[in-house]
T-cell receptor, first 113, second 114 residues
Framework: DGGITQSPKYLFRKEGQNVTLSCEQNLNHDAMYWYRQDPGQGLRLIYYSQIVNDFQKGDIAEGYSVSREKKESFPLTVTSAQKNPTAFYLC????????????FGSGTRLTVV | KNQVEQSPQSLIILEGKNCTLQCNYTVSPFSNLRWYKQDTGRGPVSLTIMTFSENTKSNGRYTATLDADTKQSSLHITASQLSDSASYICVVTHASGGSYIPTFGRGTSLIVHP
């Protein structure tokens, strides 16, 4: 079955530590996205990538970094510069022009300990 | 500014009852509107998608309506079930310079009690 897989489901980060969230899709989608979800707020775009080796900052990119070396993979690194990283992170992919909407992963909950 | 407002913020109903969720938007130029269902701790799953020319679209017990003139959409859930307990998110996409930009609402939290 085609889908989008995020791992791990739960992640704990110590102060000053970088952590990387994995996102893999086998839908052959060109575009991939990272969103952050906080309680009571809508999804906020961190980064997106329309094609391999290219990505763009979203609304809240500070303290995050990404890479897109393969079409299937779009990992997100939460750096120590992100001062409030505790949140639910969602990865998504889509066809060009989002004709059929997004397919979302099941999310990673990151907690700072 | 492109915005999507959903109401109510939360809703509690009894199993078997119907309910309607609202979505008002100021997104322009409009491309499409989607409703997603998000179970707690999971990613959103698409329920319906509507373009400018569509007024109504159904997916089982879920029926979405769109009034492009008043920029309003609703999601009607018929004969609610316990499994309908979730957050329902309205997403409106606009076209800009060849890109398609989604704006997410904050969601309506629905709780269905037995």
């Amino acid at each position: 079955d085609g889908g989008i897989t995020q791992s791990p489901k739960y992640l704990f980060r110590k102060e000053g530590q970088n952590v990387t969230l994995s996102c893999e899709q086998n839908l052959n989608h060109d575009a991939m996205y990272w969103y952050r979800q906080d309680p009571g707020q809508g999804l906020r775009l961190i980064y997106y990538s329309q094609i391999v080796n290219d990505f763009q900052k979203g609304d809240i990119a500070e303290g995050y970094s990404v890479s897109r070396e393969k079409k299937e993979s779009f990992p997100l690194t939460v750096t120590s510069a992100q001062k409030n990283p505790t949140a639910f992170y969602l990865c998504a992919s889509s066809e060009p022009r989002q004709i059929y909407g997004y397919t979302f992963g099941s999310g990673t909950r990151l907690t700072v300990v | 500014k492109n915005q999507v407002e959903q109401s109510p913020q939360s809703l509690i109903i009894l199993e078997g009852k119907n309910c309607t969720l609202q979505c008002n938007y100021t997104v322009s130029p409009f491309s499409n509107l989607r409703w997603y269902k998000q179970d707690t701790g999971r990613g959103p799953v698409s329920l319906t998608i509507m373009t400018f020319s569509e007024n109504t679209k159904s997916n089982g017990r879920y029926t979405a309506t769109l009034d492009a003139d008043t920029k309003q959409s609703s999601l009607h859930i018929t004969a609610s079930q316990l499994s309908d307990s979730a957050s329902y998110i309205c997403v409106v996409t606009h076209a800009s310079g060849g890109s398609y930009i989604p704006t997410f609402g904050r969601g309506t939290s629905l709780i269905v009690h037995p």
